[in-house]
């Protein structure tokens, strides 16, 4: 792998930069800390009497792994990096800093408060991805409050004619956030099946409409930044952004299939995830089509392997998601491990490659420093081959489990024939955890090791409005 | 494209909170007021308890409450229905089996001492199991009190001095999983 490429730096109040840079570092802290523990807890299914304090009990740590990655992590990085490209694309600096940076403040305040209350045995009821007890989110969502701030001051105040496409999916990514939150909060409509029924508008909308236009977004400005071309279509962006915008909603309920919730809501659900291959599949036709002939470029960098990856995880889990939602195959794949390799395909394979290819392409332009291109490479490789492994290896499994149950069999020949891989899955775990370790030394390369080169500034002249 | 960006900020909040009430609010409040299956009992304050204990160990993120009308859960209950859940906030159907549903658990496995054991060492009642112990819900005692509840194990699964005492939170925990007990339903198909 060689990067020759000259490093170029864009010209950007150092304020700014270091600004971005907090957001990754910590947004990097909590990817060490959470899929730490997220390898903890894959070797508890092939030992399961390692680590039996209440503290490191399965039930506890799960939801610290899945908070931890999708808050704490994803959330903190993405907001980071929408934060900056609303500055780039409106060609001033970021506006109301100070608001940015106390939202970075709350970010990580409700990580560490979620974490030692669910570590604790603190949760809301087992309600996947919203454990974090209610003053805990309220913190959290200070943070998204005032990170879509941010972005939306900075773009009023633009001095380019346009609203980039990019700031479209950023802004609609905390508007809906911020809805989805209060709706999922309240809890005098959420009991028993009601709340069931909230769940499953909540567990999905919290991937789609929040980390899905997050990483479109961050996506549709690196991408055309690192080819040095313009984007192939900007209506199929904005196709992408209202069918998502509209279809994603109705999905929920299929998570909730063959369940007491009304029948006709869960056919309904399922028709629109049909629809969401509408959205998917132009929006990686976009990105296809805007990296058609510059395979040169993609292997000379060391961000564009990773948006590669990530719009090829885009497609791929979310279209497996619209297959998974047939009623015929979520009587098989439903309840089995097979939706957690799943998760880790979207969450993982989309979200987490795009958030790494945008960190490898920005953060370079803000700091002026460089990731080692042999780390970068390491990384690449590392985290590619884990999570391929990893979402074969629970895939499998839950396919095992699913047709052991349906043959009839008692329940434990399911956990026999998912064993092996479960040792599969921890075995790529390790590798990804790895990468993870590699990526933190790369992250500190780039904003505080010392400067080991004077970069050169993108040759654009700076345009100054007052903030 | 639009030059205001507040255009973008209320049509998206326009339409999504739109979305969200008719497809997250209104659910919600339509089945909230689910009525319950009849005969169906609310907890008592001691299964309410080992309820959260339930919820606060996380069981639900490997054991489901959700009996599918499919030929392979028959072997858990009958199909659940939305009565069923009536008091059962927070809810906790579940989307993971990593352990069996258990729906009905307090008729399938009505044993107490079982439950206990198996709460102590999983291991030591299903050889192959993966689920995690939890030692904490019991105290290792010298000798043990007249009252107290004390956890028979074989050999091999006892510490080698002391008795096993299931904690207030380990009773409340049983009591709670064998007040799973399916309804049974009253209708005219019912064989």
Request: with cysteine; hydrophobic share 45%.
């Amino acid at each position: 792998m060689s990067v020759s490429v000259e490093l170029l730096r864009d010209n950007v109040e150092p304020q700014d930069s270091a600004l971005f840079s907090a957001f990754i570092l910590t947004a990097t802290f909590w990817l060490l800390l959470t899929t730490a523990v997220g390898l903890l807890l894959s070797f508890k299914f092939p030992y399961p009497d390692w680590a039996t304090s209440p503290f490191l009990s399965f039930g506890r740590l799960r939801a610290i792994h899945t908070n931890g990655t999708f808050y704490g992590w994803a959330s903190i990085a993405l907001s980071g990096a929408a934060i900056y490209i609303a500055a780039r694309t409106s060609g001033i600096p970021i506006a109301g800093k100070a608001w940015a940076w106390f939202s970075l403040v709350c970010y990580n305040l409700a990580a560490l408060c979620g974490t030692v209350t669910l570590d604790l045995g603190m949760n809301y009821g087992d309600q996947e991805y919203r454990e974090w007890i209610w003053w805990v989110k309220l913190i959290f969502l200070l943070g998204v409050f005032f990170s879509g701030l941010t972005v939306v001051r900075t773009v009023a105040q633009r001095v380019e004619r346009e609203i980039y496409i990019s700031n479209w999916y950023t802004i609609g990514g905390f508007v809906f956030t911020l809805i989805l939150s209060i709706v999922a909060i309240i809890p005098s409509y959420q009991i028993g099946l009601g709340q069931v029924a909230v769940q499953g508008f909540f567990m999905h909308n919290a991937v789609g409409m929040w980390f899905t236009f997050l990483a479109l977004g961050a996506t549709y400005y690196a991408l055309p930044k690192l080819l040095n071309r313009p984007i192939y279509s900007y209506a199929l962006g904005v196709l992408g952004f209202w069918t998502n915008l509209v279809f994603y909603p109705i999905i929920g309920a299929h998570h909730f299939e063959y369940s007491p919730l009304p029948w006709w809501f869960q056919t309904l659900a399922i028709v629109f995830s049909v629809g969401m291959l509408v959205p998917v599949w132009s929006g990686t036709a976009n990105f296809a089509l805007t990296m058609r002939g510059h395979g040169e470029t993609v292997r000379r960098s060391y961000a564009l392997p990773f948006i590669v990856v990530g719009v090829a995880y885009y497609f791929l889990g979310s279209t497996q998601g619209t297959i998974e939602a047939f009623r015929s195959l979520q009587s098989i794949w439903h309840f089995t491990n097979y939706t957690i390799g799943h998760s880790h395909a979207t969450m993982y394979g989309f979200i987490t490659f795009i958030a790494w290819g945008v960190i490898y392409a920005l953060l370079p332009r803000a700091t002026g420093k460089r990731p080692s291109a042999i780390a970068s490479g390491m990384h690449f490789w590392f985290a590619t081959i884990g999570v391929t492994f990893y979402v074969i290896s629970l895939s499998v499994a839950g396919t095992l489990q699913g047709l052991t149950w349906a043959a009839g069999n008692p329940f434990i020949a399911s956990v026999d024939a998912a064993a092996p891989y479960w040792v599969g899955r921890a075995v790529a775990g390790c590798l990804m955890f790895l990468a993870h370790i590699i990526f933190a030394y790369n992250v500190y390369l780039m904003t505080i090791a010392p400067r080991t080169e004077t970069p050169k500034y993108e040759p654009t002249p700076r345009k100054t409005v007052s903030a | 494209m639009n030059r205001n960006v507040w255009t973008i900020v209320v049509a998206s909040a326009v339409v999504y909170g739109l979305l969200a009430v008719l497809m997250g609010v209104v659910p919600g409040i339509v089945l909230s007021n689910t009525s319950p299956t009849e005969g169906l009992q609310p907890y008592t304050p001691e299964e309410q308890r080992g309820r959260d204990i339930y919820v606060s160990e996380g069981c639900e993120y490997c054991h489901t409450q959700n009996v599918r009308p499919l030929k392979q859960d028959l072997v858990f209950g009958r199909p659940s229905i939305a009565g069923d859940y009536a008091y059962d906030t927070p809810e906790l159907l579940g989307d993971h089996r990593n352990g069996p549903d258990l729906t009905n658990i307090g008729n399938r496995q009505p044993s107490q001492t079982w439950q206990y054991i198996h709460l102590w060492n999983p291991r030591a009642v299903v050889h192959d199991s993966i689920m995690p112990r939890y030692t904490w819900l019991f105290t290792v005692k010298p000798k043990a009190d007249p009252n107290d509840v004390v956890i028979p194990l074989p050999a091999a699964f006892r510490p080698s001095h002391g008795a096993i005492v299931a904690t207030r939170d380990a009773q409340d925990l049983v009591a709670y999983l064998e007040s799973l007990k399916q309804v049974p339903l009253k209708t005219k198909a019912s064989k």
